[in-house]
């Protein structure tokens, strides 16, 4: 498959261990902010997702940190596995006016999980 | 439970041309959100469809347009291509009611 991000920051980390991706978001209005995950030929893949109104957000193995007061939001994986390898991106909503979700990306950090 | 799906999944055209990509979403959306993605880069947003109509809109030229038909499938249409609209193409669906969004495969455009 294609290869996605070939310049984007690198986070490399070893089997078995915790892993903690970072976004800065731009918009201190947004309320909405979303985690995917995006594989070397597939789309982006959903993986959690926070709304303004909370600070944090727990899934299966991956937790969502939202610091409205910096305008930050961090991804932790627990237990990293060879297959979170990819590239993950932080995305805010930029709509306004309770229309549907309109999407900014940030630029994507590259996950590599060594075995 | 078939997800979004996008067609096809790559296409070759020359300069000046003209594409249509297609998009089916996830069964029980109605909302059809497309986006492009630079190589390197994350997702822009293009347009997105809810009712037949297009909603809300990113920063692309009038050469970008697109449409949504009665069973919510979606076709991005790019006229007068540019070596710069070389991409990938996300189809996203969602309910209107703001769920998350979810990405089909993409297609691959490529422009010589």
């Known amino acids: 498959g294609e290869s996605v991000g070939l310049h984007l920051p690198t986070l490399s980390v070893q089997e078995g261990d915790n892993s903690i991706i970072n976004c800065a978001y731009s918009?201190?209005?947004?309320?909405?902010f979303i985690w995917y995950k995006q594989e070397s030929g597939k789309g982006p893949q959903f993986i959690i997702d926070i709304r303004s109104n909370m600070d944090k957000r727990q899934g299966q193995r991956v937790t969502v940190l939202l610091n409205k007061t910096v305008k930050h939001l961090s991804l932790q994986i627990a237990a990293t596995q060879p297959g979170d390898s990819a590239v993950y991106f932080c995305a805010e909503n930029m709509s306004r006016n309770n229309a549907g979700n309109m999407l900014t990306f940030g630029g994507g950090t590259r996950l590599m999980v060594k075995p | 439970d078939a997800g979004v799906t996008q067609s096809p999944t790559h296409l070759i055209k020359t300069r000046g041309q003209q594409v249509t990509l297609r998009c089916s979403p996830k069964s029980g959306h109605d909302t059809v959100s497309w986006y492009q993605q630079a190589l390197g880069q994350g997702p822009q947003f293009i347009f997105q469809?809810?009712?037949?109509?297009?909603?809300q809109r990113g920063n692309f030229p009038d050469r970008f347009s697109g449409h949504q038909f009665p069973n919510y499938s979606s076709e991005l249409n790019v006229n007068a291509l540019l070596l710069g609209d070389s991409a990938l193409y996300l189809c996203?669906?969602?309910?209107?009611?703001?769920?998350?969004?979810?990405f089909g495969p993409g297609t691959r455009l490529t422009v010589l």
């Open positions: 996203a669906s969602s309910s209107w009611a703001g769920a998350p969004l979810f």
């Open positions: 469809y809810y009712e037949e109509e297009e909603r």
């Open positions: 918009n201190s209005a947004s309320d909405y």
